[in-house]
């Protein structure tokens, strides 16, 4: 791949694993792609083998048309012998008769092809069904790091484009595949039967034909795969800057966006235009033999008639098998560029799948098992993200007691909201250890770990669904009175009865019909139906106006009696009540205690809260 069409390094690193901005990128495993398809398809292998041998009898019956067609040519040719010799007419009968026969094979084959193309069609839209499960599921059991690298764009091009390719080039070169190789045989076996010269001028082309398969194949495959990789990047750019349209509108970012797109976009083309120009090459060049193997049927086969060799029926029988014989040559030539299609999309379904995945093996302890009050420890906790050598937590270390309010102050990347992400085990320790009740947070499986915790972060989520349904997403057996209960704690009921259809409202996909504030009310309600054990909020009110946050903040004071909270803040006026704050900075905690005593030691939190007003002064 030209420089011209590298993924600029200003917009996003290339990612691990061969991803869209990869420059460049060892060959692929063709064969061990195509075992594991096999593999995939093996508990579909009896229909498999059903739609093989109805492709295979409706290219036999196929096969069997022309010799039959050949015995009425014969007929009609003998009839016009006997006409010009006055010793009889043509036996329209036993025309009619061998055309009834000729009609009645035709038809089975159709009926054949029919039921292997239902058959399959059932098969490869299961496969379909199946692999897409698989890759929704996969999505939850993959450390949230693997997002960190890989576009959400690019994974939605794994699900829809790649999933999709392999569909149609299954059904495709599977049918095809049989009925070529069915046909192949039988039209070499008729073929022969008719005439062994002939058919040996026809058999001497083959060779020629799969020189010529065979050199397109190995020059057209590195684009199908640069294809099918460059269709994630453009969808991956395409999904991000949708997602980001207000902010590229505000910084007036539209020539850069399009800039990008455009060189994603000619990678795409200029790969997918060489592959298809490559692979289309192989029915104009396997006609170009075929046609020159038909020539020499016709002047070899005309010799043949004129010293009674060969009959007229047998000549317009071969005439058809050539013509048939190079067609699933040509066949099987498309199979191989389907197969390349294939592969290159199943690769990328396949790779994404052996991601490794969040690993609970060690799990040894349930919730239900133990009596989690809320005593937190971090014991010299040290974390670096995957693949980079940057340590982001360096030694932390804090006892927090049950029912404490913990705030955790410092400035942008200081590391506040990466000690809540390894409290919640969204990421593992690079070392130390963090401890719930005496227990390592390792001991629990993280699904069970995480029912114990109640987030809310400053990015809100909310789906496309009913006010009433997202709130109830905190607990789903939740009643509509609890919900209701819920919502008045954050300061939400009044608002929602507001809106049309109140709790029943419907929020569009992109959550635009309530205020940025509205939707952080509605995930406070979220935590609070949920009821957990120990509460982190990360940055909560920051989307709120200042009346709103005091009421936010009376029903989060009543929320968090009796609960270990987590409170991540910039805004330093809203923890002054905490119990202990934690002040971080580089990945350490350079001071602790609560507010009194903080400021009494003039130092880093001193200096941020005073520089705080400051501001708010000037």
Same mark, same amino acid.
């Given at each position: 791949?030209?420089?011209?069409?590298?993924?600029?390094?200003?917009?996003?690193?290339?990612? /691990?694993?061969?991803?869209?901005?990869?420059?460049?990128?060892?060959?692929?495993?063709?064969?061990?792609?195509?075992?594991?398809?096999?593999?995939?398809?093996?508990?579909?292998?009896?229909?498999?083998?059903?739609?093989?041998?109805?492709?295979?009898?409706?290219?036999?019956?196929?096969?069997?048309?022309? &010799?039959?067609?050949?015995?009425?040519?014969?007929?009609?040719?003998?009839?016009?012998?006997?006409?010009?010799?006055?010793?009889?007419?043509?036996?329209?009968?036993?025309?009619?008769?061998?055309?009834?026969?000729?009609?009645?094979?035709?038809?089975?084959?159709?009926?054949?092809?029919?039921?292997?193309?239902?058959?399959?069609?059932?098969?490869?839209?299961?496969?379909?069904?199946?692999?897409? $499960?698989?890759?929704?599921?996969?999505?939850?059991?993959?450390?949230?790091?693997?997002?960190?690298?890989?576009?959400?764009?690019?994974?939605?091009? &794994?699900?829809?484009?790649?999933?999709?390719?392999?569909?149609?080039?299954?059904?495709?070169?599977?049918?095809?595949?049989?009925?070529?190789?069915?046909?192949?045989?039988?039209?070499?076996?008729?073929?022969?039967?008719?005439?062994?010269?002939?058919?040996?001028?026809?058999?001497?082309?083959?060779?020629?034909?799969?020189?010529?398969?065979?050199?397109?194949?190995?020059?057209?495959?590195?684009?199908?795969?640069?294809? @099918?990789?460059?269709?994630?990047?453009?969808?991956?750019?395409?999904?991000?800057?949708?997602?980001?349209?207000?902010?590229?509108?505000?910084?007036?970012?539209? /020539?850069?966006?399009?800039?990008?797109?455009?060189?994603? $976009?000619?990678?795409?083309?200029?790969?997918?235009?060489?592959?298809?120009?490559?692979?289309?090459?192989?029915?104009?060049?396997?006609?170009?033999?075929?046609?020159?193997?038909?020539?020499?049927?016709?002047?070899?086969?005309?010799?043949?008639?004129?010293?009674?060799?060969?009959?007229?029926?047998?000549?317009?029988?071969?005439? @058809?098998?050539? &013509?048939?014989?190079?067609?699933?040559?040509?066949?099987?030539?498309?199979?191989?560029?389907?197969?390349?299609?294939?592969?290159?999309?199943?690769?990328?379904?396949?790779?994404?799948?052996?991601?490794?995945?969040?690993?609970?093996?060690?799990?040894?302890?349930?919730?239900?098992?133990?009596?989690?009050?809320?005593?937190?420890?971090?014991?010299?906790? /040290?974390?670096?993200?995957?693949?980079?050598?940057?340590?982001?937590i360096t030694d932390f270390s804090a006892k927090v007691k049950s029912g404490q309010k913990i705030a955790i102050v410092g400035p942008t990347g200081a590391g506040k909201t990466t000690m809540v992400k390894l409290l919640m085990r969204f990421h593992e320790l690079t070392d130390g250890a963090i401890y719930i009740d005496g227990y390592n947070l390792t001991d629990f499986d993280r699904h069970d770990l995480r029912s114990e915790f109640g987030m809310v972060l400053q990015d809100t989520w909310l789906y496309c669904g009913s006010i009433m349904d997202n709130i109830r997403y905190g607990k789903l057996d939740a009643t509509d009175e609890e919900v209701i209960k819920a919502a008045k704690l954050a300061q939400v009921d009044h608002f929602v009865r507001?809106?049309?259809?109140?709790?029943?409202?419907?929020?569009?996909?992109?959550?635009?019909?309530?205020?940025?504030?509205?939707? @952080?009310?509605?995930?406070?309600?979220?935590?609070?139906?949920?009821?957990?054990?120990?509460?982190?909020?990360?940055?909560?009110?920051?989307?709120?106006?200042?009346?709103?946050?005091?009421?936010?903040? &009376?029903?989060?004071?009543?929320?968090?009696?009796?609960?270990?909270?987590?409170?991540?803040?910039?805004?330093?006026?809203?923890?002054?009540?905490?119990?202990?704050?934690?002040?971080?900075?580089?990945?350490?905690?350079?001071?602790?205690?609560?507010?009194?005593?903080?400021?009494?030691?003039?130092?880093?939190?001193?200096?941020?809260?005073?520089?705080?007003?400051?501001?708010?002064?000037?």
């Amino acid at each position: 791949m030209s420089k011209k069409h590298e993924k600029p390094e200003s917009f996003r690193k290339p990612p /691990k694993h061969g991803g869209p901005g990869k420059p460049h990128e060892k060959p692929k495993d063709f064969k061990g792609t195509i075992k594991k398809i096999l593999k995939l398809i093996a508990p579909f292998k009896l229909r498999f083998i059903a739609v093989i041998i109805f492709a295979a009898g409706s290219s036999l019956f196929n096969v069997i048309g022309p &010799r039959i067609l050949a015995n009425a040519t014969n007929e009609v040719a003998a009839g016009v012998r006997r006409m010009m010799n006055s010793s009889g007419t043509i036996d329209l009968a036993k025309i009619a008769q061998i055309l009834t026969i000729l009609v009645a094979v035709y038809a089975v084959s159709a009926a054949f092809n029919y039921l292997q193309s239902f058959i399959m069609a059932g098969v490869t839209t299961r496969l379909s069904f199946n692999l897409r $499960n698989d890759i929704m599921q996969k999505i939850n059991r993959i450390p949230l790091g693997f997002f960190h690298k890989q576009s959400q764009g690019d994974v939605l091009s &794994r699900i829809t484009n790649d999933v999709d390719t392999l569909e149609q080039a299954l059904t495709q070169s599977i049918t095809q595949a049989a009925t070529s190789v069915t046909s192949l045989i039988g039209i070499l076996a008729m073929m022969l039967l008719t005439s062994p010269l002939l058919t040996l001028i026809i058999v001497l082309t083959v060779p020629v034909s799969l020189i010529v398969v065979r050199n397109i194949v190995k020059l057209s495959q590195p684009h199908f795969r640069k294809q @099918q990789k460059f269709l994630g990047a453009v969808n991956g750019h395409i999904e991000e800057m949708y997602g980001a349209h207000l902010v590229v509108k505000a910084f007036n970012g539209e /020539k850069r966006s399009l800039e990008e797109f455009d060189e994603l $976009n000619d990678a795409l083309a200029e790969n997918a235009r060489k592959a298809e120009f490559l692979s289309g090459l192989m029915m104009p060049l396997m006609g170009f033999v075929g046609n020159l193997g038909y020539v020499m049927v016709c002047v070899v086969g005309a010799i043949l008639a004129s010293k009674g060799k060969l009959d007229i029926g047998g000549i317009q029988a071969m005439l @058809q098998y050539v &013509r048939n014989f190079n067609q699933p040559i040509n066949q099987l030539a498309n199979i191989s560029a389907q197969l390349q299609r294939m592969a290159a999309a199943a690769e990328r379904v396949f790779e994404f799948l052996d991601e490794p995945e969040e690993d609970d093996s060690k799990a040894t302890l349930r919730l239900s098992d133990v009596e989690i009050k809320g005593n937190i420890t971090f014991d010299h906790v /040290k974390f670096g993200y995957e693949d980079t050598d940057k340590i982001v937590i360096t030694d932390f270390s804090a006892k927090v007691k049950s029912g404490q309010k913990i705030a955790i102050v410092g400035p942008t990347g200081a590391g506040k909201t990466t000690m809540v992400k390894l409290l919640m085990r969204f990421h593992e320790l690079t070392d130390g250890a963090i401890y719930i009740d005496g227990y390592n947070l390792t001991d629990f499986d993280r699904h069970d770990l995480r029912s114990e915790f109640g987030m809310v972060l400053q990015d809100t989520w909310l789906y496309c669904g009913s006010i009433m349904d997202n709130i109830r997403y905190g607990k789903l057996d939740a009643t509509d009175e609890e919900v209701i209960k819920a919502a008045k704690l954050a300061q939400v009921d009044h608002f929602v009865r507001t809106l049309p259809d109140g709790y029943n409202m419907e929020l569009n996909e992109e959550v635009t019909n309530i205020s940025q504030g509205q939707k @952080q009310l509605l995930t406070i309600a979220r935590a609070i139906l949920a009821d957990p054990k120990i509460l982190i909020l990360d940055e909560a009110t920051s989307s709120v106006d200042t009346r709103t946050e005091i009421l936010i903040q &009376r029903a989060m004071d009543n929320l968090m009696k009796g609960r270990t909270s987590f409170i991540i803040a910039h805004r330093l006026s809203t923890i002054r009540n905490a119990d202990l704050i934690l002040c971080m900075n580089n990945g350490d905690i350079v001071e602790q205690g609560n507010h009194d005593e903080l400021m009494a030691l003039d130092g880093f939190y001193a200096n941020l809260y005073n520089s705080q007003f400051e501001k708010t002064e000037e």
